[in-house]
Nanobody, 115 residues
Framework: QVQLVESGGGLVQAGGSLRLSCAASGINFRLSVLGWYRQAPGKQRELVAAINSAEITNYADSVKGRFTISKDNGKNTAYLQMTSLKPEDTGVYYC?????????WGKGTLVTVSS
């Protein structure tokens, strides 16, 4: 059974930082494409950052230069380091793992950035 468990969300002031973690089990973590998505209130879920098995990364334009995605294959954990946070970064952040054309999702962690 595949499980993705996010942690690290919380309340932070604008300009602050947070690091999200996504612990995975039941999946070939090394070969998966891992992504962080977010969903703001009243908006659709959007891709924030992704990293593939070759550790090639891509980012939404809105977070480039502020967020960094990484992973530790030995710990089966992905990370999203978020800096210079803005109120518009507020939302529920979801971890996604994609392998063999299947998507798996965590339950999300809430990030709230106050102005």
């Amino acid at each position: 059974q595949v499980q993705l468990v996010e942690s690290g969300g919380g309340l932070v002031q604008a300009g602050g930082s947070l690091r999200l973690s996504c612990a995975a089990s039941g999946i070939n973590f090394r070969l998966s494409v891992l992504g962080w998505y977010r969903q703001a209130p009243g908006k659709q879920r959007e891709l924030v950052a992704a990293i593939n098995s070759a550790e090639i990364t891509n980012y939404a334009d809105s977070v480039k230069g502020r967020f960094t995605i990484s992973k530790d294959n030995g710990k089966n954990t992905a990370y999203l380091q978020m800096t210079s946070l803005k109120p518009e970064d507020t939302g529920v952040y979801y971890c996604n793992a994609r392998i063999s054309l299947r998507d798996y999702w965590g339950k999300g962690t809430l990030v709230t950035v106050s102005s």
